[in-house]
């Protein structure tokens, strides 16, 4: 896709619902017209909270945010063949997260293995899968324990909130204990523990995303409703060396943090606020790093939990799960800042969006 070219093809949402209620759908997108329909609506996924499509796109990963499959304890991840032309769903087969309420999940780099973080288990899981894009039963489950956090309501207990591939290390963030853990993937299908980063007590870490070209990741701390800088050294140890708000001066209401995401110019960064209702844009210096608060942009509706960043950067798409509606939001490159184009659809509780083929 060429620079300026706004993105055409296929999105999937994840809902929150009912087994018996869609909460996967197929979404043909124009950005140019700034219109989105759905085309499929997928049913017995309870709570698919989050999606993850593979490099290849043929296959998707959603979780079930359940705390019981079945007869058994714990969530569930359910994989999927996506037909080629239409981008429709066809589910292949589901196995066990080993851990309560999977919020997260994502595939490695060459699509060997999808790796799950279980909120409520507070453990995090990896799934080999086969060459058809099935998965196997867990062959690694890791949980860390550590002190807990100072927030008494919401750290009692380790929640693992986020799984994420950089390289040759897979990062767990863990809302309950304010760290972040670094693991390697060894032997094929083992998580091995490599370091852990500490942030500022009371943070809760919840989504991290890393830089295209510096040697920087950023943290959306949920407790806190803030973002902090980390230095990744050679060795994927990270190292916190700012921390900035999330909310205008003078926000004194209640808010949690989300979903961030970085601009693919790397120029900008986007996070999300629940409570204040906005999508808050930083500048990236382009030597260090570092963060400057640009605007807070309303996001149009209640608790935007997730949201996308077309792969153009001249648009991006929110979530607002308390609302159930999708705003689409224009965005100025030479400024940074972004302007709502409105709701483009209304679906219950969206809290997930995917990108799938360009068309």
Do not use: W
Request: aromatic share 6%; net charge negative.
């Amino acid at each position: 896709m060429s620079k300026n070219q706004t993105f055409a093809g296929i999105l999937y949402v994840g809902s929150y619902g009912a087994a018996a209620e869609p909460t996967i759908r197929v979404c043909s997108f124009d950005g140019a017209a700034g219109k989105i329909s759905v085309k499929q609506e997928v049913t017995k996924v309870q709570n698919a909270s989050y999606l993850a499509v593979d490099s290849s796109g043929r296959h998707l990963y959603a979780v079930s945010e359940t705390g019981q499959t079945g007869d058994e304890a714990g969530g569930s991840v359910v994989s999927f063949a996506i037909e080629e032309e239409s981008g429709a769903l066809t589910e292949l087969n589901r196995q066990l997260t080993h851990g309560a309420d999977p919020c997260y999940i994502t595939v490695d780099s060459a699509n060997n293995a999808v790796l799950v973080a279980n909120y409520t288990g507070g453990n995090a899981a990896l799934l080999p899968i086969h060459e058809d894009g099935t998965l196997a039963p867990a062959s690694s489950i890791v949980r860390e324990e550590a002190p807990l956090g100072s927030n008494a309501a919401r750290q009692e207990a380790p929640h693992a909130h986020a799984i994420v591939v950089n390289g040759n290390y897979v990062y767990l963030n863990d809302l309950g204990t304010d760290l972040i853990h670094a693991f390697r993937i060894e032997e094929g299908s083992k998580l091995v523990k490599q370091s852990s980063c500490k942030l500022h007590s009371g943070a809760g870490p919840r989504h991290i995303v890393f830089h295209q070209s510096l040697s920087t990741a950023y943290v959306m701390n949920e407790l806190d409703s803030t973002v902090t800088l980390l230095n990744v050294s050679a060795n994927g140890e990270l190292t916190p060396v700012q921390t900035v708000s999330a909310l205008p001066e003078g926000f004194s209401g209640y808010n949690d943090a989300a979903d961030i995401h970085l601009s693919p110019c790397g120029r900008y960064l986007y996070s999300s606020n629940r409570g204040h209702n906005s999508i808050a844009v930083f500048s990236v210096d382009q030597a260090d790093g570092s963060l400057t608060l640009l605007q807070n942009a309303s996001c149009e509706g209640d608790a935007p939990r997730n949201f996308l960043v077309l792969p153009d950067g001249s648009q991006l798409l929110v979530a607002n799960q308390k609302t159930g509606n999708i705003v689409l939001f224009s965005v100025n490159e030479e400024t940074g800042h972004i302007h709502s184009e409105g709701t483009i659809l209304e679906v219950p509780s969206p809290v997930c969006i995917r990108l799938g083929a360009a068309r």
